[in-house]
Every structure is written in structure tokens, then in C-alpha cells.
């Protein structure tokens, strides 16, 4: 069966708010086994909306509806659903009793225009809003199946939770169930063309990729009766993809982080780190320390921004800087030394690069950035050409170091286990 969400409101599309409610139910609706191909946003004007309900029914099964179960006179879905659906409004003393207790509860008298929130289309099953005075709805139609649900998180995700999907759950509908594999070092380009005969052969499980800043992941996903039975149907594939990408996947979890990731490896290794920061201005250590016990691995963190601070801090001689300048692979190799050395740490990451959107020059152009990792005395560095924004040049530099950091940890290791070091 197909699921349809439309959300109501012209704040919506204005930008004023962010439509949480439409993540919220699609995610929630594929858990359940409900294909979502189409979701809608439309703005507090009853013919739009009326085009927009209709369109949905003629193509799905289930249409939800958020927002416009108010009380005022541009609140205008349950009307507009009514007519849609053929369906009289009618008044519902049930609703009344439980609007006019929610007001007194509080010390207040319900208003004229809170008894519209009472009225309700023939035949539709009313669903209980204990957080609010807008009831959610039910229409059971011949072509689709509408559910009206409020527009304000608290009262829409404990009514979805408790009424809507047991009510979806009880279809039969089976779930569909995703495992995201998450990868680093490598680009979504190369990724997708080491899956590509899997992406072009897929039924189900179904397999995709999807790029983030300095990460490719892989949402592999299935369809099955239960959660049990789906995650049988992933296992041979996620296993498939382990043994393509190998030490490129950091983890299989979806809330396991890049920066998690390197924190555990540090500290299932007994190592400490710092930080040594110039472009990117103390976003690494940032990211690490986000994360929960990095405190058992993380020493401290120098930004050096100006030369000086370099010099100074780090110890990066004054001719290295004069004769290859402080973005440059002798500056960063120096930078990452130094700060191991400062902080008396196994690991020590160093970023030095131009973010711009001035200072770039045609053998040294804005995004050119290095990066170091210095592993036990072992010091590795590479050259990055990132694209974007200062923010984006930023952002993808500390991702990138992340990702250095973690291949570095793991090269080593690899020595230290095959008594090459």
C-alpha cells in the first residue's frame, strides 16, 4: 500500500517553520510497510488544498494530513477533506465535552470558534488528543483512506504513537526495514560505481547511496513481513558490502558518528589525542569532544591561526614557514609533530588551509588544505582540494580529518600486528 503526506500551512511555506512532521510520519510510515512516493505542502487556502487532497486519493491508498485543525477561520482541512470525501460535518458531543474540560482544567472558557474543532465529518472516527483541542480524524474512504492529524509536534507524534499506527500496524501492511552502512575516504563516486552491478540488480533488499560532508553512506533496505524476517533478507548484502569496502566502513549503527567511531578507536587502543588547528579553528576538537567518555582519549587542542601561534606553540620552524608558507605539507607535518610533542599524545591531527573567500592564489587557490596525523611518531600527510563556501571548505577539512585520523590509527595497528613495526 502507498501513504500519501500532505502538510498544511502557509508558515510552512514561507520558511517560518521547519516541517519536522513530514520526516517524522514518512519515517514512521516505512516502518510500518507503507511506500511513500509523493508528499505535498500546501498553504491555508481552501481550492489549493482541495486540488492537493484529490490528487493524493486518485493515487494513493493513505493520505495523512497535518496542521489546519485549528480553531480560526484559515484552519480549513477537516472542511476541506468533508467535501472531498463527500462527507456532511456534523457536531460530535464527545469532542464538546472534551474541549469544553480541557478549558476549564486550565481555568479558561472555550471560545465560539473552539466548538468548530467539535464538528466532524459523517462516519469519521474521532482520534483522542489528550495535548490539545484539535481531535485527529479517520475517513474511510471508497478509493483512500485520510487521516487527519494536528499540526503541532506534541500533539501529532503521541497521536500517530497510540492511535494511527496501530490502526496502520493492524493492515498487515509488514514493515520495511533499513540498515545504513557509512563509509569514509572514499567518494560517492567510487563507492557507486564498486556497487553498481548491486544497484542495477536490485529488488529487494534495495540498495542506495547517499553523500554527506566527507561520508558516503549506504541504505540498504528491505521489505518483509516483520522486522525479523527483513533483517534476514539485509544480512547476506550488508555482508557483501563489508567485504567490498573493508576498513572504508566505520560502522553499520545508525548512531555511531564519524568522530564516535574515532573515539572508540582510541580508546579501545589506550591512546590519547590532540589537536592542532588552523583553517578549520577548533572544529575538530569540537567534533570529538561531542562525543560522550572522549575524555579518556582527548588531551587538548592548540588553534594556531597566525604564524606566530605556530612558532610559538607548535614549535613549526621559522623557515619552514618563510620557504613553504603556512599552508603547505612541511607546515602541517611540523604542526602535527609538535603538537604531539606539546601534549605528550600518541595521536596528533593538524589542519592548516585556505578557507577564503580571500587569500587564494593560482599555485596555492582557496580550498587547498593539508592535513597530518601523527601515529605514535609516524606522520602521514595529505593534500586535499576541497570546493564550497568558507563554511563548506571548513566543514569538509574536519571531516576529512577525521577520516585521516581513523585510516592512520588503523594502518598502524595493522603494523604493530604483523610485527612490521
Known sequence: MTVEIICVGTELLLGNIVN?????????????????????????NAQRLEDAIRLAISRSDIVILSGGLG??????TKETAARCMGRELVMDEECRKKIDSYFKKRGMEATENNWKQAMVPEGGIVLDNPNGTAPGLLLKGEQAHLILLPGPPLE???????SVAPYLNALGLGVIYSQTVKLCGISESEAETLIRDLVDGQANPTVATYAKTGE???????????????????????????????SYIYSTEEDVTLERAVVDLLIANKLSVTCAESCTGG??????????????AYKCGYVTYSNKAKRKILGVKKSTLQKYGAVSKQTAEEMAKGAARQAKADVAVAVTGLAGPDGG????????????????????VKEYHFSGSREKI???STSAALALARRCMLEYFSKVTFGKE
Open 283 to 296: 572544529r575538530l576538537s569540537a567534533r570529538l569532544i561531542n562525543v560522550p567518555g572522549v575524555s579518556e
Open 156 to 162: 501529532l507524534v503521541p497521536m500517530f504513537e497510540e
Open 216 to 246: 558516503v553512506h549506504i541504505r540498504v533496505t528491505a521489505r518483509a513481513e516483520n522486522e525479523k524476517e527483513a533483517k534476514k533478507l539485509l544480512k547476506p548484502l550488508v555482508k557483501e558490502l563489508k567485504t567490498r569496502f573493508g
Open 361 to 380: 592564489t593560482q599555485e596555492k587557490p582557496v580550498g587547498l588544505v593539508y592535513i597530518s596525523c601523527c601515529v605514535k611518531g609516524k606522520v602521514t
Open 71 to 76: 480553531p480560526t477561520e484559515d484552519d480549513l
Open 20 to 44: 519536522t512532521n513530514a520526516a517524522y510520519l514518512a519515517g514512521k510510515c516505512a516502518g510500518l510497510g507503507l511506500s511513500c512516493y509523493h508528499q505535498q505542502v500546501v498553504g491555508d
Open 394 to 396: 571548513r566543514e569538509s
